[in-house]
């Protein structure tokens, strides 16, 4: 009859692989990075795999690798956006909500309308400072071809 004794870890070589994922994702973004270059470095394969798994695993493009998963912190301006137009249950606070938010939206109409009048007023005097240059330098070209050609009437040697 024979006697075993259970030395190694339970659930095998995948239960390694997730303490290890988990590990990562506790220290975020830069640690998935410094361990495929460490990868990379020490044994190409293994950098090779960990970009892939990075890649298809959509661990680079996650926000933050560990919260996503294990924390869940609602201080990401894209959950709060998410959730402005949503309801809280609170009529007079929703009322106040909408009210606001109707407001905000027509000072940012009426400053955006005067945005744009500033900007047609600087173009129109940018503009008008351009023609009457212009005109300066075309009537003081007119007045110096007056100047140079000589009259008709006059002989040379006469004054």
Known sequence: MYTTT?????????????????????????A???????????FWPV????LAYMIW???????????RRHH????????HAMRAGQHTGNHAFDDYKA??????????EAFEAFLQRLRT???KSE??????????????????ATEAKPETGARSGEY
């Open 32 to 42: 998935w990075i410094a361990a495929m270059v460490l990868g990379f470095v020490f």
């Open 47 to 50: 950098g090779l795999a960990l």
């Open 127 to 144: 503009f008008d400072s351009f023609m009457d240059e212009r005109a300066r330098a075309t009537s003081a070209q007119d007045a110096a």
């Open 99 to 108: 009210q606001a938010l109707r407001r905000l939206e027509e000072e940012q």
């Open 72 to 79: 869940n912190h609602d201080h990401s301006w894209g959950r």
């Open 6 to 30: 259970d030395t190694a870890r339970p659930g095998g070589i995948r239960n390694a692989f997730r303490r290890g994922e988990d590990w990562l994702d506790q220290r975020g973004k830069w």
């Open 57 to 67: 695993g959509k661990q680079m493009f996650a926000r933050s690798c560990g919260q």
């Open 121 to 123: 007023s600087k173009d």
